[in-house]
């Protein structure tokens, strides 16, 4: 089991798919984004990376350019609607176009609902579904200029069922969702197709803390064993197709939209989970008073 896409270089798709395509990802510098971020520059794409931390874009860019694609970098945080504009704007500046926008960048953490504050609340809304919002409308002038353009938002399938302990989470989600829906009927006289992606679970950094106990009293450090071992033991019991998804397994369904053969497909939310939520037990987390 590992975070690990397949090498860059390796693809199913025709190479070329996206010559000349220029390509926003937010979040593209680690987990499901980073692997969605190879993809586009594998597939010909110069692709925009843009998310808070330096470590992770540069070196998301870094790793592009070394395997021979096309990357830039733009720090961004997507609460932000200004700095938003001005990087669209930017990026729209020097490379004439804008032809598919990743609303990949969310912020998520497990906490009860009856103790969430109303920071931790707003951050995680404002991150996953304002932040959405913000970048898919910024990005509207120059699709529509350049007559048309395809925006893919990264969503989830806990909100399908309820999944205790993210009401954060999958409220900003079932909103994603809805706007997908919404914008695709919206903006589909501009030639632009609106489609999502819900992933099942992908061992990213994220879902590893996730699977991570708390740091004890006594500072006791984790044991990367235990979490393993828990991990394999959920991909065998609770994944019909028997395996942890990869950034790979997404990028592949980003990449297939932003294709032509997805040119008939709008305001779809495509679930990506090898089975995993329709065959899902009750939350780990659930518990009885
Ligand atoms: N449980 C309860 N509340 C939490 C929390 C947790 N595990 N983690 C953060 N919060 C609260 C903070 O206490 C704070 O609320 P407060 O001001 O009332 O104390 C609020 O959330 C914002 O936290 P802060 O760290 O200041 O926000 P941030 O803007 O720097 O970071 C997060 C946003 C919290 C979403 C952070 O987890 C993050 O940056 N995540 C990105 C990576 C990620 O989540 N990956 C998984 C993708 S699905
Ligand atoms: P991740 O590696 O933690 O990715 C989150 C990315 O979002 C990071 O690159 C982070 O970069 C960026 N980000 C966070 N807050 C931001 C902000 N305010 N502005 C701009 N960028 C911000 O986690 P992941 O698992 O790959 O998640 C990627 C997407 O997949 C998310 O939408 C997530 O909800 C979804 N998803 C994941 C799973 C899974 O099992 N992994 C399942 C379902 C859905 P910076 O820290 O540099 O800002």
Redesign the pocket.
């Known amino acids: 089991m590992s975070e690990q896409s397949p090498a860059p270089a390796q693809s199913v798709f025709r190479e070329g798919l996206l010559r000349g395509q220029v390509a926003l990802v937010t979040g593209g510098g680690s987990?499901i984004g980073l692997g969605i971020s190879e993809l586009l520059a594998t597939l010909g794409a110069h692709v925009v990376i843009a998310s808070r931390k330096p470590e992770h874009i540069e070196a998301a860019v870094a790793a592009i350019r070394a395997a021979g694609g096309s990357a830039s970098a733009e720090s961004l945080d997507v609460r932000d609607p200004e700095r938003v504009a001005a990087v669209v704007q930017k990026i729209a500046g020097e490379h004439g176009r804008i032809d598919l926008l990743v609303n990949n960048a969310?912020?998520?953490?497990?906490?009860p609902s009856e103790s969430?504050?109303?920071?931790?609340w707003r951050?995680?809304i404002e991150?996953d579904l304002y932040g959405t919002f913000f970048c898919s409308q910024a990005v509207l002038p120059v699709m529509k200029a350049q007559g048309g353009g395809r925006i893919v938002s990264i969503s989830m399938t806990l909100h399908y069922r309820g999944w205790p302990l993210m009401a954060h989470?999958t409220a900003a989600k079932a909103g994603i969702d809805a706007l997908t829906r919404t914008l695709a009927l919206e903006w589909a006289p501009y030639g632009i197709r609106m489609n999502a992606i819900a992933p099942g679970p992908i061992p990213?950094?994220?879902v590893r803390k996730a699977f991570t106990p708390p740091p004890s009293a006594s500072g006791q450090v984790p044991d990367v064993f235990a979490i393993e071992k828990a991990m394999e033991s959920y991909a065998r019991k609770a994944i019909p197709a028997g395996r942890w998804g990869t950034p790979r397994d997404i990028a592949n369904m980003v990449a297939f939209l932003a294709s032509p053969a997805g040119e008939w497909i709008t305001g779809a939310i495509m679930v990506v989970d090898g089975g995993e939520w329709l065959a899902k037990n009750p939350s780990p987390q659930m518990q009885r008073p």
């Open positions: 987990g969310a912020g998520n953490f497990y906490a969430l504050s109303p920071n931790a951050s995680v991150i989470a990213t950094e994220g």
